[in-house]
């Protein structure tokens, strides 16, 4: 019984958390946490969207996977304007590739609900979060540049 109630208990701590709209995100100075924060906020909307979409919430539906774009765009963009090489220092690209990849698993698991007039829209945002998923993972991964003699 221990487990369940640790587990709820990191769910509530992560909806507590987690900002209230991305307008407050975006105002956060610290880009490294503006990206965080703008991750989590994208996860949050997630899992409102998977519940808009299986309650047949078409509308919210869409209105939640366009938060869940722009705020994985919203933490790329933050982390660009680090300036911090991510192959030096991988550290907070890597925690963002691992969360924008994990969105993508919740985002793609609501293909199923979506009403088949959507579906345009949801692949257009799936495309988006996925080509900065990739970018995120070829800066971490890419190759140092070799010096010149």
């Given at each position: 019984m221990i487990v369940p109630i640790a587990i709820f208990a990191g769910v509530l701590l992560l909806a507590a958390r987690a900002p209230q709209d991305l307008k407050s995100v975006a105002a956060e100075p610290n880009l490294a946490r503006r990206a965080r924060a703008a991750l989590a906020?994208?996860?949050q909307s997630a899992l409102r969207a998977g519940d808009a979409c299986k309650g047949n919430d078409y509308e919210k539906c869409d209105h939640?996977?366009?938060?869940?774009?722009d705020a994985v765009e919203l933490a790329d963009k933050s982390l660009d304007q680090t300036g911090v090489d991510p192959r030096r220092s991988p550290g907070n690209y890597k925690n963002a590739e691992?969360?924008?990849?994990?969105i993508l698993r919740e985002v793609d698991a609501l293909k199923s609900y979506i009403h088949p007039d959507d579906l345009d829209h949801f692949d257009t945002v799936y495309r988006r979060i996925s080509e900065i998923d990739d970018r995120l993972?070829?800066?971490?991964?890419?190759?140092?540049?070799?010096?010149?003699?």
């Open positions: 906020f994208g996860e939640l996977l366009d938060d869940v774009r691992i969360r924008t990849r994990k993972l070829a800066a971490i991964m890419g190759q140092h540049k070799k010096k010149k003699k």
